[in-house]
C-alpha cells in the first residue's frame, strides 16, 4: 500500500517554487511568532511559546526514529541523529526550558553559521507531503527561529569568547562522528564524503580536504554572525 508520508517520493529540488515557498512560510511564522510575543504576550506565555517550538522540533526527531523503528526500516547507517541540526533538535528543550545563556551562545553560532547553509542548500530528496520533508524544514527552520526568538524577545546576546566555544566545542562532536563512520561505515556530518546534491562543500575541494576546509571557515562565519553584535554595541 502506498503511504505518501513514508514512501519516498525523490520529487524536491533546491531552489523551485516548492523550495521558495517553504521560505516564505518559515519567515511569516517567524515574523508572526516574534512580534506576538514581543508585544502582546505575557511572560509566562512567551515562556511557553519557546517550550512548544522546542518539543515541536525534538518531537519531530523522536517521531521520525519511532516511525522507521515501527516499520522495521531503521538503517543506522542512516538514521541515527547525528547529523548536527539533529542533535541541536535533541537538545533544544532544554535550552527552551531553561535559557541558558551558556547554551544560547553555542546554539546561536552552530544555528546561524550552519543551519542557514542547510536551507539555502538543502539535502533533501523527498518533497510534500513526506515526513522526511516535514522534518526537515521544521528541524532547519524551527532551530533559526528558536535562537531569533531568545535574541529579540529575551534579549540574549552571543559573546567574543562564544566564537571559541563554539569551534572547540563543535571538534570532539566531529571526532565522534568520524569514529561512527568508521564502525558502521556511514556518512554522519558528510565526513566520509560529500551530499548528492550539492553543497557548498562542492567549492572546498575533494575528500578529506573539504573536511579542513569546512573548519577553516566555521570561525569566519562565526564572525560574520556575530557583526550584528558589534554594529549594535557601537550605536549604544
Known sequence: MFYPIIDENCRFAMWTAEHAAVLLFSVLLGLG???LAKYRLTDVQKHRVLNVMGWVISGTVIGWTGIKLYLGI???????PLPLC???????????????????????????????QAIITPDLLDSFPHYHFLKY???HNGLVLVVLYAAIVYQMR???AGIGKAFLYLQPYILFCMG?????????????????????????????????????IAVPMFFLVF??????????
Do not use: C
Request: without cysteine.
Open 74 to 80: 531503521f538503517n543506522l547507517q542512516e538514521d541515527l
Open 137 to 139: 524544514w521544521v528541524v
Open 33 to 35: 511568532l516574534i512580534g
Open 86 to 116: 539533529n542533535a541541536m533538535a535533541l537538545l533544544i528543550p532544554v535550552f527552551t526550558a531553561t535559557r541558558n545563556p551558556q547554551l544560547f551562545e553555542l546554539l546561536y553560532f552552530w544555528v546561524l553559521a550552519g543551519t542557514f
Open 227 to 236: 557583526l550584528p553584535y558589534v554594529r549594535l554595541k557601537k550605536r549604544l
Open 158 to 160: 552571543p559573546t567574543v
Open 180 to 216: 561512527v563512520n568508521y564502525v558502521l561505515g556511514s556518512n554522519y556530518q558528510y565526513l566520509h564524503h560529500k551530499p548528492i546534491n550539492g553543497s557548498l562543500l562542492d567549492y572546498m575541494g575533494e575528500w578529506p580536504y573539504y573536511i579542513v576546509s569546512a573548519q577553516l
